[in-house]
């Protein structure tokens, strides 16, 4: 009857409920820091010019560095060439990489600035701030606008918008970080941050 009770009790089901979390948290925290144990060592070999921890190391990396490119880079050869420069760079520069938990963000910093310097290579590093101003919705823009489409939205934004709206919202620079990337002042970069969240607002609204 004791043992009836205890398992049915209000209070065992909240120590179940609590040791299965705990269990649960524990078994997630121990394969993320495995995890990150197994990057920190494919990183190390990275270091001494192993080639095959290269080739794994931009297997793990390649698609989301991809993504990135793909934010701020229309054409596919762009793209291609950026994330190859992204990686010699990455290769090269390791050494300076102190702190081997932050790799992911320092290896997305340096992506993020092969994208601009392919697109001042090109001609196109420009904020149109004249045509920002008389910018129009497009008429073809997708109505019935889920969550995880706003990224989509981004491309029916001008492209000087579009590039300092990744730069502030997504990948989480300062604007006065932007304002010396792109040189322009940081009242240009809030006043395009805020026209992109306006014409955002206005398109899932529609």
Known sequence: ???SRF???PKSIIITFFLTFSNLFNTQYIFNRKAIFVMEELIQQCKKKDRLAQRRLYEKMANKLYWVC???LQHEEDIEEALADTF???FTKLDQL???EAFEGWAKKITVNQ???QLRKRDKLKVFLE???LYQLPAETPTDVESNDIMRLLDYLPEGCKMIFNLFAIEGYPHKEIAQMLSISEGTSKSQVNFARKKLQEMVER
């Open 1 to 3: 009857k004791f043992v």
């Open 7 to 9: 398992f049915y009790s």
């Open 70 to 72: 793909k934010r701020y």
């Open 88 to 90: 010699y760079t990455i």
């Open 98 to 100: 102190n702190n081997l």
């Open 115 to 117: 994208c601009l310097m």
């Open 131 to 133: 045509e920002t101003s």
